[in-house]
């Protein structure tokens, strides 16, 4: 199943779908930092029935001062790291967690076009982070295409890897009566 998550086939609604059945599942809330992507995964995530049982805030954090300003995220992180790295991605999800009641937190930070992009992060590259209870995750994929092709694959692998991690987590492993 763990290959299946990123096939195109599986729409953001059914991710969604399954991130809501684990979240409920394990009794945790969600909370998300968008800056590429621009709320597209909260408004996935709140285009389902019943998401307030799971899902409890969004912030859409385009500008570097709002995810200074409302994250926490050191200027200097990103004057070091440049505002598209894993390590700023990371700092906006623990910003997240420390500035919401989730649990869960999925960051997204990202050169989604036409514009804006250099050698070193080309037009396509994202970094994502997932903080679950216990762990972060951080990752850098490069996607083709438009601006609204990076920034729908950015949703759709943002949601695939929180049901994967939602799936192996020892958090989520423990909550269903499994060891770890």
């Known amino acids: 199943m763990t290959q299946a998550l990123f096939k195109s086939e599986l729409t953001t609604p059914y991710l969604c779908g399954l991130a809501a059945d684990l979240m409920l599942k394990n ?3 969600m909370a998300t930092a ?8 909260a408004a996935a995530c709140t285009d389902l029935a019943g998401s307030s049982a799971w899902f409890e805030r969004g912030f859409v ?3 570097n001062e709002a995810k200074c300003e409302l994250l926490g995220v050191p200027v200097r992180l990103i004057e070091r790291e440049g505002a598209v790295s894993e390590a700023v991605a990371s700092a906006m999800a623990l910003g997240t967690l ?8 999925v960051a997204v930070t990202g ?5 804006g992009g250099s050698a070193a992060k080309p037009v396509g590259t994202v970094c994502f982070a997932w903080a679950l209870p216990g762990q972060v995750l951080t990752e850098q994929r490069h ?13 759709q692998h943002a949601l695939g890897r929180l049901v994967q991690l939602l799936g ?4 989520a492993a423990s909550r269903q009566g499994c060891s770890a």
């Not at 420390?98 to 937190?105: D, E, K, L, T, Y």
């Not at 601006?147 to 694959?153: E, F, L, N, P």
């Not at 192996?168 to 958090?171: E, G, H, L, N, R």
Request: hydrophobic share 35%.
């Open 34 to 41: 968008e800056s590429c992507t621009g709320g597209l995964i």
């Open 111 to 115: 050169v989604a076009g036409p514009g």
């Open 98 to 105: 420390a500035h919401s009641h989730a649990q869960v937190a």
């Open 143 to 155: 996607f083709e295409g438009d601006r609204a092709a990076v920034r729908a694959a950015s949703v």
């Open 168 to 171: 192996s987590s020892p958090t």
């Open 27 to 29: 009794g945790l809330k």
């Open 61 to 63: 954090t385009y500008s």
